[in-house]
């Protein structure tokens, strides 16, 4: 015959193996991944071009959604497959290029999507305005960028300074250490 003091232990047991469950649940679900806006400027007068904001820091499995606001962008990975460029992504990323963004947001064609699964750190620029300066970093995870001109027996085209210097005052606003600008 079953007693109250039963029933209380069955139901105790059934309580603490749902937490249980929940608390693994809890740690074994990653959080959600999520979609950042980047912004592809160009100023009313056309003498300033660049990516809003310049350095983002993201987690795995999230993606990256360009918009163009203004002007006409791309966006590419620097990578050899992106014009023989510097390879300045990590080893096993996909590289990306959107090629020519067709229309201003919320325009179609006025967007371009990523997703980045490997850590570290990613740079990028616009074709048409890469001498300009128009350059971003993403940095997923952890991780410290390339120095410029890494691997010069390759002879890919090298970051224009320019480009370098968006980079570097991007990272110093971040606060990375100078040894990874």
């Given at each position: ?26 740690v074994a679900i990653p959080a959600a991944a999520r979609t ?22 993201i987690a795995p499995g999230d993606t990256v959604r360009w ?115």
């Amino acid at each position: 015959m079953t007693t109250s003091n039963d029933r209380m232990r069955g139901r105790g047991a059934i309580a603490a193996a749902l937490f249980a469950a929940s608390c693994i649940a809890a740690v074994a679900i990653p959080a959600a991944a999520r979609t950042h806006d980047v912004r592809a400027i160009m100023s009313s007068d056309g003498a300033r071009v660049y990516f809003d904001p310049v350095l983002l820091r993201i987690a795995p499995g999230d993606t990256v959604r360009w918009i163009q606001v203004s002007g006409y962008h791309s966006v590419a990975a620097y990578h050899p497959t992106n014009g023989d460029r510097e390879l300045r992504i990590p080893d096993g990323a996909q590289p990306w290029d959107s090629g020519v963004l067709l229309g201003e947001f919320p325009a179609r064609g006025s967007t371009f999507e990523h997703t980045f699964t490997v850590p570290g750190v990613y740079d990028y620029f616009c074709q048409p305005h890469e001498a300009a300066g128009m350059v971003g970093r993403i940095v997923v995870g952890a991780g410290a960028p390339r120095a410029f001109g890494h691997s010069p027996e390759r002879h890919w085209k090298a970051v224009p300074e320019a480009a370098r210097e968006t980079l570097r005052a991007a990272a110093a606003a971040s606060g990375e250490p100078r040894s990874v600008r």
